[in-house]
């Protein structure tokens, strides 16, 4: 695969050579076992392909490894600019950073409140000291972990990546960047310097509100290999649908993700610019309303396709949801549906007047009417 291709064609064709068919569209695998070499001369032992770091390359038992799963990886690690292992979700993928890193500190900010109930798990069960972002520095020891999230959940809008990083590294710990509210081309995050970036698949690479799946993605081959290593045993590879489902939704992957940020960009800016119609509607946030250089420097498109309003009372809130049509009321984000969530449903440490939007793939303006005939009926 040449080095020069871009995003979307890169989601068309990077795994091409992984093709041993004469299908344009892949095969779905679903197969949980695969035969040995029949030459005899030619097999290994599992001992003989571990010590030749090649286990994870053959394919033999669908937790190891299975044929889609190789393809998808190929896709994600060329987007992604790294060297990618795919996870049976977001959270497992985050699980399995932390059984990588295996950190005795833990510094995080305002994140995906699932990333928060891992850490409380490690902190019950093996006393892992779980810290607020901006704690003394002097508290993380070499092999700690920053984990951020930017844009971070639900507001949409940016923090400062690199200055975490150098306090990081400073210490010898690790930052982990969960980019999923940004993957690219709206972030590159690798650009600023972070240690391994973490994507919950099931959002804008999955796009259609039908898998789960997570990334990790790290810019060090042995430590890809290690991660593959620990899942083959922990047992969270994408299984055989979602990793098929992934593969295809990986194909439209660029056009999705530049139509919603323009969508979003789009509503943002006529709901803040037209804030006097709308006395409900008490703020807004989002990445494209944000001042700071770093934002524009991180985000070079301008932002994601989320963000978040806060309105007058928490009734309000509650009854927003039902008064839209386009908008189904639900959790998740980055499907080509929008949606918007009452956030109180889901998130238990997040103001119960705050809705949480996420943006798809429909006609820009028909959702900012939609948007305005419902909150002009509050
Ligand atoms: C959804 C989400 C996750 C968790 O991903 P799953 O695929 O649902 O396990 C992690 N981080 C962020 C920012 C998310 O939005």
Known sequence: ??????????????????????????????????????????LKTINE????????????????????????EEVFSKLLDGHAVAYSSGLSAFHAAMIYY????????????????????????YGVKVHPLDSDPELLQP??????????????????????????????????LDSTFAPPPLQFPFEFGVDMILHSATKYFGGHSDLLAGVLVTKDPKIAQALHDDRNYIGTITASLESWLMLRSLRTYDLRIRKQVANAIKIVKYLDEHRADFPALKSITHASLQKEEFVKRQLPLGGGPVFSIEVASPEIAKVLPSKTNLFHHATSLGGVESL??????????????????????????????DLTQALQQL
């Open 102 to 125: 295996n950190p005795k500190n833990v510094f995080v900010g305002q994140a995906y409140h699932g990333c928060q109930k891992i850490l409380e798990i490690l902190n019950r069960n």
């Open 340 to 369: 918007i969530e009452w956030r109180a449903m889901s998130d238990p440490f997040i103001s119960n007047k705050l809705l949480r939007i996420s943006i798809g793939v429909e006609d820009a303006d028909d959702l900012i009417a």
């Open 1 to 42: 695969m040449a080095e020069n291709y871009r995003i979307a064609t890169l989601g068309v064709h990077a795994d091409d050579h992984h093709a041993h068919t004469a299908d344009i569209a892949s095969p779905i695998h679903l197969s949980s076992t695969y035969a040995y070499n029949s030459d005899p001369t030619k």
């Open 49 to 72: 392909l571990v010590q030749a770091g090649s286990f994870h390359e053959d394919i033999i038992y669908s937790r190891y490894n299975q044929p889609v799963v190789v393809r998808i």
């Open 143 to 176: 092999g700690d972990v920053i984990h951020l999230e930017s844009p971070v959940n639900p507001y949409g809008t940016a923090i400062d990546i690199e200055k975490y990083i150098k306090i990081a590294h400073s210490r010898g710990a690790f930052v982990i």
